[in-house]
């Protein structure tokens, strides 16, 4: 039986993970960090850069450069106006009023783009492991709609993985902690505040099994969006 990779498919930074023995541990990529940016850069020749390539000429080809497209993810073009306005690439309303990313005229759903960064994390994985991976389970914030989890679970399949489950990143967070292992029922809160995303969310803990009481927050309001702030401000 093949590994089964976990990735947190983040709105400005990615990351896989693979168990080892009991114990989870984060792979690094081929420059050494354990993390990944969410970038996708379109360059001459048909050639895609991700990652750090893609951060670093960022500035250069702004147009071609795709980040933060987690927040487009199981969205309506009517839904994410505020975000399109602050991105350099074009977006543009899609079949059934979906949004896409025009690239030279080539049109790419969030899907589509996430899959490029998930196929960098399958990637990784496989250098690391020494085999082919073709299963996962990804995170998502906690409040994700259907619509948003489905289409999550849609960029992995075009990434060429069985997504075995879409798991909520509290619940990711709260088993990275060990929190599972203390033998007592609890009750814990969680917040997470990431570059597109924030939430807060209430676990139950008992019998070993989390479970996800209430959560709340904003698809909508991250750090990119302080980030933002602070450009209008200066």
Known sequence: ????????????NSCVSVMEGNEPVVIPNNE???T????????????????????????TNP?????????????????????IGRVPYKV???DNNTPRVDINGQLYSPQEISAIVLQKMKQTAEDYLGQSVSEAVITVPAYFSDAQRQA?????????????????E?????????????????KIAVFDLGGGTFDISILELG??????????????????????RVIDWL
Request: glycine letters at 12%; hydrophobic letters at 35%; proline letters at 3%.
């Open 36 to 59: 990944t940016p969410s970038v996708v850069a379109f360059v001459e020749n048909g050639e895609r850069k991700v990652g750090d390539p893609a951060k670093r000429q960022a500035i």
């Open 152 to 168: 999550t679970k849609e960029a992995g399949e075009i990434a060429g993985l069985t997504v075995r489950r879409i798991v909520n």
């Open 1 to 12: 039986m093949g590994k089964i990779i976990g990735i947190d498919l983040g709105t400005t």
């Open 63 to 83: 147009k071609h450069t795709v980040y933060s497209i987690k927040t487009f993810m199981g969205e309506t073009f009517d839904q994410v106006q505020k975000e």
């Open 32 to 34: 050494g960090k354990r």
């Open 207 to 228: 019998d070993g099994v989390f479970e996800v009481k209430s959560t709340n927050g904003d698809t909508h309001l991250g750090g990119d969006d302080f980030d933002h």
């Open 92 to 94: 543009v309303r899609g």
């Open 170 to 186: 509290p619940t990711a967070a709260a088993l990275a902690y060990g929190l599972d292992k203390q033998h007592k029922d609890s």
